[in-house]
């Protein structure tokens, strides 16, 4: 895991970077939401324990943004931008532990 957390401080990672949505996404409203969130976690995965999920939560309460899993089993982290109904906004970036 320490290579992974390495390569995701390494890759310089910007919350409010529009460069990794989708062309449909609203790239105002996406920056809006994300100034409006706070981050919840961690969580562990009911399905896949080895998983523990940070989230973006707006002000009423949807995970809507970002979405940050440890993946301890894989020693990888991925960083996932999508809506509260899980649907992809972006492309997900993956770091893994190789060096």
């Known amino acids: 895991m320490p290579n992974a957390m390495f390569n995701f401080d390494k890759s ?3 919350l409010h970077d529009t460069s990794k949505l989708f062309s449909g996404v609203g790239k105002d409203i996406w920056v809006q939401r ?9 969580y562990v995965h009911k ?5 523990f999920l940070f989230f973006t939560a707006t002000h ?4 809507d943004g970002l979405k940050l899993v440890l993946d301890f089993k894989e020693k990888a982290i991925m960083l ?6 899980r649907i992809p906004l972006g ?6 532990n190789l060096s």
Do not use: A, V
Request: hydrophobic residues 20%.
């Open 12 to 14: 310089d990672c910007k």
């Open 60 to 63: 009423s309460g949807l995970f």
């Open 47 to 51: 399905n896949y324990p080895q998983y």
């Open 80 to 85: 996932f931008y999508q809506n509260h109904e």
């Open 34 to 42: 994300i100034n409006e969130s706070r981050w919840y976690g961690p």
């Open 91 to 96: 492309q997900t970036q993956k770091f893994s």
